[in-house]
């Protein structure tokens, strides 16, 4: 089954650091761009992405404090997130998206996949 399973949510004060983690299952291959996105409210925004060739950009707000970085050999993508303020509190999901490539007798075509999401709360 095809699938993204994240890791590492939690409750933590403002100025802490977490760790999020997220394996795409084996059945998801060609894999192109991994990223993190979160949701306060209604809109959701993007946090930080890396290239398949290891190139990030990140939002504005979270720049010299989070960082992104991934393992090809484990399908993994990581968020490291230190100095945490309380506006950081979201639901934090992962992103992966998959160039067409030929797979199984068959071209498959580009695919977004997304994690279930989980929490992290900043408390001050």
């Known amino acids: 089954q095809e699938q993204l399973v994240e890791s590492g949510g939690g409750l933590v004060l403002a100025g802490g650091s977490l760790r999020l983690s997220c394996v795409a299952s084996?059945?998801?291959?060609?894999?192109?761009?991994m990223a993190w996105y979160r949701q306060a409210q209604q809109q959701r925004e993007l946090v930080a992405r890396i290239?398949?060739?290891?190139?990030?950009n990140y939002a504005d707000s979270v720049k010299g404090r989070f960082t992104i970085s991934r393992d090809n050999a484990k399908n993994t993508v990581y968020l490291e997130m230190n100095s945490l303020k309380v506006e950081d509190t979201a639901v934090y999901y992962c992103?992966?998206?998959?160039?067409?490539?030929?797979?199984?007798?068959?071209?498959?075509?580009?695919?977004?996949?997304w994690g279930q999401g989980t929490q992290v709360t900043v408390s001050s």
């Open positions: 992103n992966v998206d998959t160039l067409r490539a030929y797979y199984n007798g068959s071209w498959q075509p580009p695919y977004d996949y």
């Open positions: 084996g059945s998801i291959f060609a894999i192109n761009n």
């Open positions: 290239t398949s060739g290891g190139s990030t």
